[in-house]
């Protein structure tokens, strides 16, 4: 009758991992980031007092009509262009009809039929190779509202559930892409190379633990045996709250589908799309209990709302509000400022801010080189020790610049430039009042002549192999000159002993 | 189209809407249901030239957007004022699986 | 003493009399004018509801302490000299589907009768903006939903002409109230008719704007396409003062147009010398009855006298209306009334669980014609059925607009009849719905093109009203309203009372 009936249980159970394709989609929804709701005027702030961020709008109350946030609309259309997607000229919102007691109107405004962004593409790659760089097709991204959250009770008492709307209305973006991806470490690379899109072009924060960014994942496998392809169901998984969870949800459902059609051979033919949820504490998928109809939206045009129409004008200048995307700035950052591979991509991992930051340090000191150095060394390891962001640092860019200006000028080396920078940090102050503070000041000739002249009397055979050509060997006078006066250049230092020895150029 | 209205139609259209009806109203939903369809029907026999779009909403003007602007909302307890059940901070609805 | 109270109690008693052969713009200037206080003037009709509405059920809330505290406020403004808005001092009875901030507004249902809205319909806002007083909230089919006001969660609404009868509906409260002199205007709102068929039911004017026109926001919506709010009045004239306050673009409403909002009653003086009449040759085909052709005949020679040409159209997808009509409708009140479950703001049937209590709330919430809707809504957008009702239902929606656009190059406006009948009795149409859907035969077809309408009263029938029906182009209300005060000037159908 099918193809199942025809696999024995132990041709199935023959199956490597070789004959295994795994197939994965993925459903992402981001929060955008606007101040105020889709179609209201209250808040989008997380974290307030339950309830404290509704208006008759956003809880649904008789009479109350929805008029449209044209900041979610824009945000939605940059990261379609960013996602390289079709954008659409004409847009129309769309009543998806169910119940649930966090959806107060008893439907979610949404786009069914003409998403804001057609089909698009994000290329996606990984620095250890654990596959080949390949282009996930995005399918669609729509705007839509976002539910209120319900907080059941877990006691199993029966007790009944609190809703909270303060998030009813919240601008959504639901990127659905291909089932293109096929394995789970090609999903986390999707979803971390979404983020930082998203990030850098500021349309949301991705901040995953407060929910800004929320991905389902549909899986399943096709298994060459004997030249017959088989599909598993497909099956949906919810709840991968991070990363990470994403990767090992998908990585233990593959395990799961595979184990499963082994024992059963069931295939997707006839089956319906299942729901699994991911429990992170038990790392493993879980199926969700079925509802008793399959769901019907009844979804139609929403007569409250009218249709959107945007020029090309309009999206002309919300393209040039992109700026330079992550993958383009990499090369820029190799290609223009002369930065290695890896630098860069260390730097451009760090989001926008970051990347900013080096480059006004960069214009500022004239030297991209100290620049990258130092923000890759002394800014990020303080970012990563605190926890915090570029935006909380204590130096600012010019600060920095400034700092960077002075070793690159030869007044500071770069060891005396760390003690100015842990002044500048400890006493707020900048680099001036630092290098005042630690009492640091040009050595004059008078007193460099002298200098030289007592580490040359005190050092006959280091004197003695420069003269016998080795020049190198007055590099171990820096050391005791430090200590003699700290303020001393190394470079000037060197120059002027070569100078008095006669070895010069 | 309207063929095969009967209990089993209007009980599974009644769980949709969510409305809980008993089979007396569900077969009287039945018959109403069958009887404005076959009055409905009359549209099947209109015939639509190939360019005709479907007229959804009453105005076809378009682009009516606000600014991104906070406005304050309601106080918490305006807004729960007409709730049936709440806790003065949430709603309170009765569990999913009770 | 004695004669000198009794003389005063004459003066009073002529006032009352008085009040009530007023017609609104006739109140407003007395009471710039210092001829008439706010506060009489809302008494007098606070005393007749007090007297009358027992019997009729017009009102299902009478603001009494706060319609008389807004009146004093705006005598006291009016003797400090204030500037006061185009309507002060005048109360208007406003549908109980609108919402009032403050005052219970329940559409009629169970499911919303502890319902207090925390906000102002923009029109109600617009009102009181105007220093109008709101002076009560009138019954009306259960969610708008009816041609009778029997489905009323509060008891039937009578025809003040003959409480056998019905006084039409939805809006059957608001057109009662004006017929009986218990509001100089009331405001209802029109989904398929619900504003013209009670007018024409009742023998009072009332207008269906332009979809967009006036805002919706606040108002408990029915069919979200289809609605539009609008005024019951005595007059045309009234009917003109009414449009210029309630009126207008409303950033609340993203379905408000933005067109600009002309003074209504600027043109109602002109001469109807060049108007084009355009007569519909379906709405004149069989079973219409004697006596409400003969008002039609009648009519049309009155306006032709007044200098009006007219011309025969067609529109020949209109007999597809009420198909096509109860498919949107119903459609988008399954969704509109979807948030009507027992969580937020409503009734609620408690229930051990969840679905339980959405499915017992919903049953007990709401009436039964209600759950009909709901049901035929849902039905026509469940999956496999959308494309034949919902979709099919929407071209045919704009083949019917497209018939308008084309009867409207040879003709101003369409005249024909209101309601293929007159007020019909209690409980003629409630054993078989469908009856009652052919009520809005000749008016659901504006809604649809979302084109502008009002009935004026033409005639009698047995001693109840008949209403002519004027339909008019897109935003344009000002020629509506100009025909039909012209022939207000030349008729007395307008002014009739019923036997008190
Ligand atoms: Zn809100």
């Given at each position: 009758m099918n193809t199942n009936t025809q696999i024995s249980a132990a041709d199935r159970e023959a199956v490597t991992a070789a004959e295994v394709t795994t197939i994965i989609g993925l459903e992402v929804h981001v929060q955008l980031q606007t101040k105020s709701?889709?179609?209201?005027?209250?808040?989008?702030?997380?974290?307030?007092?339950?309830?404290?961020?509704?208006?008759?709008?956003?809880?649904?109350?008789?009479?109350?009509?929805?008029?449209?946030?044209?900041?979610?609309?824009?945000?939605?259309?940059?990261?379609?262009?960013?996602l390289n997607c079709e954008i659409a000229k004409h847009t129309k919102w769309d009543r998806k009809n169910y119940?649930?007691?966090?959806?107060?109107?008893?439907?979610?405004?949404?786009?069914?039929?003409?998403?804001?962004?057609?089909?698009?593409?994000?290329?996606?790659?990984?620095s250890d190779g654990a596959f080949e760089p390949k282009r996930v097709e995005i399918e669609r991204a729509h705007l839509e509202e976002d539910a209120g959250k319900s907080s059941h009770d877990e006691s199993g008492r029966g007790g009944k559930s609190k809703i909270d709307l303060n998030r009813t209305g919240t601008p959504l973006l639901e990127i659905v892409t291909r089932p293109d991806m096929r394995s789970a470490a090609e999903a986390k690379a999707f979803l971390q190379s979404?983020?930082?899109?998203?990030?850098?072009?500021?349309?949301?924060?991705?901040?995953?633990?407060?929910?800004?960014?929320?991905?389902?994942?549909?899986?399943?496998?096709?298994?060459?045996?004997?030249?017959?392809?088989?599909?598993?169901?497909?099956?949906?998984?919810?709840?991968?709250?991070?990363?990470?969870?994403?990767?090992?949800?998908?990585?233990?459902?593959?395990?799961?589908?595979?184990?499963?059609?082994?024992?059963?051979?069931?295939?997707?033919?006839?089956?319906?799309?299942?729901?699994?949820?991911w429990d992170d504490q038990a790392e493993v998928t879980i199926a969700q209990r079925e509802k008793e109809e399959a769901?019907?939206?009844?979804?139609?045009?929403?007569?409250?709302?009218?249709?959107?129409?945007?020029?090309?004008?309009?999206?002309?200048?919300?393209?040039?509000?992109?700026?330079?995307?992550?993958?383009?700035?990499?090369?820029?950052?190799?290609r223009e400022h002369q930065l290695s591979e890896y630098d860069a991509n260390v730097l451009v991992n760090?989001?926008?801010?970051?990347?900013?930051?080096?480059?006004?340090?960069?214009?500022?000191?004239?030297?991209?080189?100290?620049?990258?150095?130092?923000?890759?060394?002394?800014?990020?390891?303080?970012?990563?020790?605190?926890?915090?962001?570029?935006?909380?640092?204590?130096?600012?860019?010019?600060?920095?610049?400034?700092?960077?200006?002075r070793i690159t000028d030869g007044d500071l080396d770069q060891t005396r430039g760390k003690d100015v920078l842990s002044a500048m940090m400890e006493d707020s102050i900048d680099a001036a009042a630092a290098i005042e503070k630690l009492g640091i000041r040009q050595v004059d000739s008078s007193e460099l002549d002298s200098l030289c002249q007592q580490l040359l009397d005190a050092n006959p055979k280091v004197v003695a192999q420069v003269q016998e050509g080795k020049v190198k060997a007055l590099g171990a006078l820096v050391g005791q000159a430090r200590k003699i006066n700290p303020n001393v250049n190394p470079g000037t230092l060197q120059a002027n002993l070569r100078k008095m020895l006669g070895v010069d150029g | 189209m309207s063929n095969a209205i009967d209990r089993k139609t209007a009980l599974h259209v009644g769980k949709l809407a969510r409305l809980e009806l008993t089979d007396a109203q569900a077969d009287a939903s039945a018959k109403h249901l069958a009887s404005i369809l076959s009055y409905v029907d009359q549209l099947a026999e209109v015939e639509v030239p190939?360019?005709?779009?479907?007229?959804?909403?009453?105005?076809?003007?378009?682009?009516?957007?606000?600014?991104?602007?906070?406005?304050?909302?309601?106080?918490?307890?305006?807004?729960?004022?007409?709730?049936?059940?709440?806790?003065?901070?949430?709603?309170?609805?009765?569990?999913?699986f009770g | 003493m004695a004669s000198s109270i009794e003389c005063l109690l004459s003066l009073v008693n002529q006032n009352k009399m008085e009040i009530s052969k007023l017609s609104a713009s006739q109140i407003v200037s007395h009471i710039a004018a210092g001829e008439l206080t706010a506060t009489d003037c809302t008494q007098h009709f606070l005393n007749e509801i007090e007297r009358k509405d027992p019997t009729l059920n017009s009102y299902l809330h009478v603001a009494k302490e706060s319609a008389i505290e807004t009146a004093q406020q705006i005598d006291a403004r009016r003797s400090a000299g204030e500037s006061l808005g185009a309507l002060a001092g005048l109360p208007v009875a406003v549908k109980d589907g609108i919402c009032t901030k403050g005052i219970r507004t329940t559409a009629a249902s169970k499911m919303l009768e502890n319902f207090v809205p925390p906000f102002d319909a923009t029109i109600v806002q617009k009102l009181t903006d105007a220093d109008a007083i709101v002076i009560g909230k009138t019954n009306l089919d259960e969610f708008a939903m009816g041609s009778s006001t029997e489905n009323s969660a509060f008891g039937a609404t009578k025809n003040p002409w003959n409480t056998d009868c019905v006084p039409g509906g939805s809006s059957g409260g608001s057109a009662a109230c004006v017929g009986a002199d218990l509001a100089p205007v009331s405001i209802g709102s029109d989904t398929g008719g619900s504003i013209r068929q009670p007018a024409a039911f009742c023998g009072v004017t009332g207008l269906k704007p332009t979809y967009g026109r006036v805002s919706r926001f606040g108002l408990i919506a029915f069919a979200s396409s289809l609605d539009q709010i609008g005024p019951f009045t005595r007059t045309a004239q009234d009917a003109a003062l009414t449009m210029n306050v309630i009126g207008g673009h409303c950033?609340?409403?993203?379905?408000?147009?933005?067109?600009?909002?002309?003074?209504?009653?600027?043109?109602?003086?002109?001469?109807?010398?060049?108007?084009?009449?355009?007569?519909?040759?379906?709405?004149?085909?069989?079973?219409?009855?004697?006596?409400?052709?003969?008002?039609?005949?009648?009519?049309?020679?009155?306006?032709?006298?007044?200098?009006?040409?007219?011309?025969?159209?067609?529109?020949?997808?209109?007999?597809?209306?009420?198909?096509?009509?109860?498919?949107?409708?119903?459609?988008?009140?399954?969704?509109?009334?979807?948030?009507?479950?027992?969580?937020?703001?409503?009734?609620?049937?408690?229930a051990d669980n969840l679905?339980?209590?959405?499915?017992?709330?919903?049953?007990?919430?709401?009436?039964?014609?209600?759950?009909?809707?709901?049901?035929?809504g849902t039905y026509a957008l469940s999956s496999g059925y959308y494309d034949a009702y919902y979709v099919k239902a929407s071209k045919v929606r704009r083949l019917i607009k497209n018939d308008y656009t084309k009867a409207f190059e040879s003709c101003d406006v369409i005249l024909g009849p209101t309601a293929p009948s007159t007020a019909f009795k209690f409980g003629e149409h409630t054993t078989d719905p469908l009856t009652m859907y052919l009520a809005d035969i000749f008016t659901v077809t504006a809604n649809l093109a979302g084109l502008p309408g009002i009935s004026i009263p033409c005639g009698f029938s047995d001693g109840m009203p008949i209403g002519l029906q004027l339909q008019g182009k897109s935003f344009d209300e000002a020629t509506l309203l100009q025909i039909a005060h012209q022939f207000q000037q030349q008729t007395d159908w307008h002014s009739r009372r019923p036997q008190a």
């Open positions: 709701k889709l179609f209201c005027g209250c808040s989008t702030l997380f974290g307030q007092e339950p309830n404290t961020q509704t208006c008759p709008v956003c809880t649904g109350m008789p009479g109350s009509l929805p008029v449209l946030n044209k900041q979610a609309l824009k945000l939605s259309i940059k990261t379609g262009l960013a119940f649930y007691p966090d959806l107060p109107k008893g439907y979610q405004i949404s786009q069914l039929d003409q998403p804001i962004c057609g089909v698009g593409y994000l290329d996606i790659s990984d979404l983020k930082m899109i998203l990030t850098y072009i500021e349309v949301s924060d991705c901040n995953m633990q407060e929910g800004s960014l929320r991905c389902d994942g549909n899986i399943n496998l096709h298994i060459n045996v004997g030249g017959q392809k088989i599909a598993t169901p497909i099956v949906e998984i919810k709840n991968m709250n991070s990363f990470r969870a994403a990767e090992r949800a998908l990585d233990y459902e593959v395990k799961r589908q595979l184990a499963e059609w082994k024992e059963t051979g069931g295939t997707i033919e006839g089956a319906p799309k299942r729901t699994f949820g769901a019907d939206y009844r979804y139609f045009p929403d007569p409250d709302l009218i249709a959107v129409v945007t020029t090309d004008e309009q999206i002309d200048a919300i393209r040039e509000e992109i700026g330079t995307l992550p993958s383009r700035l990499r090369n820029d950052l190799v760090q989001g926008r801010g970051v990347v900013d930051y080096f480059l006004s340090v960069a214009k500022t000191c004239d030297n991209s080189k100290l620049a990258i150095n130092w923000v890759n060394q002394e800014v990020l390891r303080h970012l990563n020790e605190t926890n915090s962001a570029i935006d909380q640092y204590p130096i600012g860019s010019d600060g920095m610049g400034d700092l960077l200006k | 190939e360019d005709i779009e479907p007229f959804f909403g009453a105005t076809e003007s378009v682009n009516a957007v606000r600014d991104d602007e906070v406005r304050p909302s309601m106080d918490r307890e305006t807004i729960l004022r007409n709730a049936p059940d709440s806790d003065g901070e949430f709603y309170r609805v009765p569990p999913v | 950033e609340r409403d993203s379905t408000s147009a933005r067109e600009d909002l002309p003074d209504f009653s600027s043109k109602l003086d002109q001469s109807l010398s060049g108007v084009r009449i355009g007569i519909c040759k379906e709405h004149f085909e069989s079973g219409l009855p004697d006596d409400i052709r003969k008002s039609m005949d009648e009519s049309i020679s009155v306006l032709k006298s007044l200098g009006a040409t007219t011309v025969e159209i067609s529109l020949p997808h209109s007999k597809y209306g009420i198909a096509a009509y109860y498919v949107i409708a119903s459609s988008e009140a399954s969704g509109n009334l979807a948030r009507y479950d027992g969580v937020r703001y409503t009734m609620r049937f408690e679905n339980k209590m959405y499915g017992l709330t919903r049953t007990e919430g709401f009436g039964d014609e209600v759950r009909r809707r709901i049901m035929l």
